[in-house]
């Protein structure tokens, strides 16, 4: 009975942990169904963030020329490019992502699409007016 209880503790325990947005994530660029890269999604002082853990189509070393204040001419690999999100709901929002292409910042929400696919959803101003990408996880 007492292996009975521990098996099925263990069972749960994997259950939750496949439905939580943290883990390691190929994400998949929108236009061209590309992956572009791994991205680990974690947890720091009560908020989600995120960091790319390895480039697919560029070389390791590339940098981003066109990121904002002290993440200029950072390497990629390693850099946060989400970050403050806050959970509410099904959702993490309240805070942004970084579009190394562009430079550019983002509001941010993401989501659980299932257990091997999570929501990224970059936006302006109102959710409606922006890009979404689904990626898959590792």
């Not at 940098?63 to 390693?78: F, S």
Request: charged share 35%; with cysteine.
């Amino acid at each position: 009975m007492k292996n009975f209880i521990f098996i099925a503790c263990l069972l749960f325990a994997n259950t939750l942990q496949a439905q939580s947005v943290l883990g390691k994530w190929k994400s998949i660029d929108d236009e061209t169904g590309e992956a572009k890269s791994h991205i680990e999604i974690f947890e720091k002082n009560g908020k989600i963030y995120g960091k790319i853990t390895k480039l697919l189509l560029k070389p390791s070393d590339t940098i981003c020329k066109k990121c904002p204040g002290k993440k200029k001419d950072q390497l990629l690999e390693g850099m946060e490019i989400i970050y403050d999100l806050k959970k509410k709901g099904d959702e993490y929002k309240g805070g942004k992502i970084l579009d190394p292409e562009s430079g550019k910042e983002y509001k941010c929400k993401i989501s659980l699409q299932d257990d091997s696919h999570l929501k990224v959803r970059g936006f302006i101003g109102f959710a409606l007016i922006g890009r979404t990408q689904i990626w898959e996880r590792l």
